[in-house]
């Protein structure tokens, strides 16, 4: 069958990924992910529950096997019975996440394989998953039935979410605990400020939290020492309250060093300030329409977007593999270091600038440069830019300047194997220190005059297309 975003309310982290309308499922038994064990029950129904939903895929990637004796189960079709030594997965209702046997296995533990979309928030579930850790769930108002049943509270429309959730969070502070919050929509009038080792977990952006009242940070880390902490699976709406230009921050960390916390699977829109500020470990974030820059002073993220950000996209951040940075007001990526995969297009002003250490990044349709007074630059691509592709930059390797409305590189030192390719003005204008690069169908690929290049930065004298160091060397 096609997959079908998951819909149930009872899936804490459903692996759909809008971006690319695929799953990215969890190999449950596969490689170092270790397997489950059920015990099938010893009367009907001859059923057990998974921890995640399940895909179906063909050829199957649900595989059991009995503990005892190690026989290999044969897993049979929804609409097939299963005689004795057979199996059928409910694939259909994935959010029950269950698996019938026949009678002849009742009382048999078994090994369960399969690809597992999202783990269920049932409450067997949460016992077993959280051996023994405190655990408090609340659903919305206009949740669903089933996730209201499931509750431990239900949250009134007038009630303030941010002060229940920390009533329930300060009643662990010598202790472990997770708080799940159920999709539905949850106002906030006041700080939500998590105590150490509490996780917050929801349900996807199904789960909004709204700010509604006029404080500055939404999510604080800052207080009560806050470390060891899971934010994962939700969505902030934090522009309730009136703006008076303070720093009105989505979730505040505890700074970009602290990586004993996670945020993951975040999306922040509308914030008055910066989304992100001041957080490390941020993984599959997105910020939307914030005033300010959407990731400021925070390291190690990866696979994070900003989107429509009122200044920088990322600012100030170190150690992004696999972010994106689209429609800043200023530039993509500001003052960056230790930048891998990402990508930088249609900003106001540069695809990145002054960044340090970037490896395969790609900047294109920005307003300016693509590239500007970065260095160690390794195989990456500017195209389509209104300047230059690459300006003031150094020390680059087999980088690639194609389609910009200016120069392909222009005053940049330390070329190495780089391409240069239908620039409309220079394909490498100013630049120093020149080897093996190669310019073409650029508006003048070799200048002379004012726009010489040198094969190093004691030549005097313009370096010729085939000599050592020129652009066909």
Avoid at 217 to 234: E, R, S, Y
Avoid at 261 to 279: L, M, T
Avoid at 290 to 315: M, T, Y
Avoid at 436 to 449: C, E, H, K, L
Wanted: hydrophobic share 30%.
């Amino acid at each position: 069958m096609s997959d079908t975003i998951l819909t149930f309310d009872n899936v804490a982290d459903s692996r759909w990924d809008p971006w690319t309308s695929t799953y990215n499922p969890r190999q449950i038994g596969y490689g170092a992910e270790p397997a489950e064990v059920k015990t099938i029950p010893s009367t009907a129904p001859y059923e057990v529950t998974l921890f995640e939903g399940p895909q179906e895929n063909t050829p199957s990637t649900t595989q059991i096997n009995l503990v005892s004796g190690g026989a290999l189960l044969q897993e049979v079709s929804k609409t097939t019975t299963p005689a004795n030594l057979q199996y059928r997965v409910n694939y259909d209702e994935r959010g029950l996440g269950r698996i019938e046997f026949n009678a002849g296995q009742a009382g048999e533990q078994v090994t369960i394989k399969y690809y597992g979309l999202g783990t269920l928030l049932r409450k067997d579930t949460i016992a077993v998953k959280l051996s023994g850790l405190a655990s408090y769930v609340f659903a919305s108002v206009d949740s669903s039935q089933d996730s209201k049943d499931l509750a431990d509270y239900v949250v009134a429309a007038s009630e303030d979410f941010g002060a229940l959730l920390n009533t329930v969070s300060d009643s662990y502070s010598s202790t472990k605990g997770t708080i799940w919050i159920m999709a539905g929509s949850y106002y906030c009038d006041t700080s939500i400020a998590p105590r150490a080792g509490v996780n917050i977990i929801g349900n996807g952006y199904d789960t909004v939290l709204i700010k509604n009242a006029n404080y500055a940070v939404m999510v604080d880390l800052t207080t009560n020492g806050a470390q060891n902490i899971l934010l994962k699976d939700f969505r902030l709406s934090p522009q309730g309250g009136t703006y008076t230009g303070a720093a009105y921050y989505g979730i505040e960390g505890r700074g970009p060093t602290d990586y004993s916390s996670k945020f993951e699977n975040i999306s922040i829109n509308g914030s008055y300030s910066q989304s992100f500020y001041n957080c490390a470990n941020v993984v599959d974030c997105t910020s939307t329409n914030c005033l300010s820059s959407g990731f400021e002073l925070c390291n190690k993220l990866s696979r994070c977007r900003s989107i429509a950000s009122g200044a920088q996209g990322f600012n100030s951040c170190d150690y992004l593999d696999t972010c994106y940075s689209f429609l800043s007001t200023l530039n993509g990526f500001n003052q960056c270091d230790y930048v891998g995969n990402c990508e930088s297009y249609q900003n106001t002003e540069d695809g990145y600038s002054q960044c340090k250490v970037l490896t395969t990044c790609k900047a294109y349709d920005n307003s300016i440069y693509g590239f500007f007074d970065c260095d160690h630059l390794s195989s990456c691509e500017s195209f389509q830019n209104t300047n230059h592709g690459y300006s003031n930059c150094q020390s680059l390797a087999a980088c690639e300047s194609n389609d910009n409305s200016q120069d392909g590189f222009a005053s940049c030192e330390v070329l190495t194997s780089c391409l240069s390719v239908s620039n409309t003005v220079n394909g490498f204008s100013s630049c120093l220190s020149m080897g093996f690069n190669r310019a073409t169908g650029n508006g003048t690929n070799y200048p002379g005059g004012g726009s010489q290049n040198y094969a190093d930065s004691a030549s005097v004298a313009l370096v010729a297309d085939t000599a050592t160091g020129g652009y066909n060397s």
